[in-house]
């Protein structure tokens, strides 16, 4: 018959640490890992500047009220077709009309294919011209200006049927 031999308690707590430090360990690493993938995956900053100048684009190009060419018999804008005579600052600003806007201003050019200009407007104009030389700068952040650009290939109305490009610069100032 075997003799079972007694484990002292000094021996016990030494084979329990043993197997617990790396349990430990392992758990720290594991812990860690969580909070970095939960840092690195959750958006604590939204930049919608590009997405609002966007908008701001598709509005003045699409809406029935804005620069497009109007067909009453259709009762429907037509895309790519500019009307030059809506081409004003008075028809951008009614189009949009905010109160107290101070979050976008935008400049619209309509060139031939010379690169002659045909017909220039601008929204919120005041604002336009006080924010063109803080984009200008190139200044980031909550004192800057962001300038987004685009250019787009289109027809217009002008005593006939004309192709040209319509720019657009619009100026956000920085959050």
Not at 16 to 32: A, D, E, Q
Not at 52 to 77: K, T
Not at 85 to 110: G, P, Q, R
Not at 119 to 148: C, D, F, H, M
């Amino acid at each position: 018959m075997k003799k079972i031999r007694k484990i002292s308690k000094k021996a016990q707590v030494s084979s329990l640490m043993t197997i617990t430090i790396p349990r430990l360990l392992f758990l720290v690493i594991v812990l860690f890992s969580v909070v970095f993938l939960i840092r690195q995956f959750v958006v604590s900053n939204l930049n919608v500047q590009d997405v609002q100048a966007e908008v701001f684009i598709d509005r003045v190009l699409y809406s029935p009220n804005g620069v497009l060419y109007f067909d009453s018999g259709l009762q429907r804008a037509v895309p790519g077709l500019i009307d030059t005579s809506k081409l004003k600052t008075e028809v951008l600003d009614s189009l949009m009309d905010y109160k107290n806007n101070n979050f976008i201003a935008a400049n619209i050019t309509l060139f031939d294919t010379k690169n002659n200009i045909v017909s220039s407007a601008a929204y919120n104009k005041e604002s336009y011209l006080n924010w063109n030389p803080i984009a200008l700068s190139r200044l980031q952040g909550s004192g800057g200006v962001k300038r987004t650009t685009k250019t787009i290939l289109v027809n217009y109305m002008d005593s006939g049927l004309h192709q040209g490009y319509l720019r657009f610069e619009v100026l956000m100032p920085g959050n």
